[in-house]
């Protein structure tokens, strides 16, 4: 199964700037797109990620204006969402929607889950730090079902809005620490230009 996931990931991953997603987000991917420097076709691919695979519950960590999460949660109704932040974000228009929960909070804070409710899909964005990204890993971990998938953003990023990140607490080190082994198979997929973009597809 882990192969077949990690093929399904990879092949929407290498033409994701080229998928549509529904009307009703359209305008907040387009938006969200252009405020980035770099392409971001991940939120094309959520969007279809969602819908080939049906989650019971995604999680994302660090909301910014919500279209990631709405992708995960429009093409799959079914399913729901959490997403949470410590920082308050214009929700872009269309991204607020029923199957959604959003949560103003630390990821590294309680797991906000229900007793034997586990999570198909994790999506971690918080923080251009390594540690802060191995931290908010293992916390999860344990809440995210075996053969689930963990994505992380940024995972070859050296510098952000604050300016460079130190040395010693760089994403590239953390993703290529060998650490992430333990626990699933590693796949760096081509969603976030020269930042880098990885998936865990956790052993089952």
């Known amino acids: 199964m882990t192969g077949d996931l990690k093929k399904t990931i990879e092949g929407l991953a290498s ?12 305008q907040a991917v387009e938006k969200q797109e252009r405020i980035h420097p770099q392409p971001v076709p991940y939120y094309r691919f959520f969007y279809h990620l969602s819908k080939l ?10 909301t910014n204006h919500g279209v990631a999460a709405a992708c995960l949660a429009i093409s799959n109704p079914a399913g729901k969402v959490i997403t949470l932040d410590i920082e308050y974000r214009d929700i872009f228009e269309g991204c607020e929607l029923s199957n959604i929960e959003f949560l103003r909070q630390n990821s590294l804070d309680k797991v906000p889950l229900k007793e034997n409710k586990v999570i198909d899909l994790l999506f971690i964005d918080t923080s251009s730090k390594g540690s802060q990204n191995l931290n908010e890993f293992m916390h999860w971990l344990p809440y995210v079902k075996p053969g689930g998938i963990i994505f992380i953003d940024d995972i070859f990023i050296t510098s952000d809005h604050k300016g460079p990140i130190p040395h010693d607490d760089l994403m590239r080190d953390m993703w290529e620490s060998g650490h992430f082994k333990r626990y699933g198979e590693q796949v760096v997929l081509p969603l976030h230009g020269e930042n880098g973009f990885g998936a865990v597809i956790l052993y089952e």
């Open 15 to 26: 033409y994701a700037d080229g998928l549509k997603v529904q009307f009703e987000i359209k």
């Open 53 to 62: 695979t049906q989650p019971d519950l995604s999680v994302e960590l660090g």
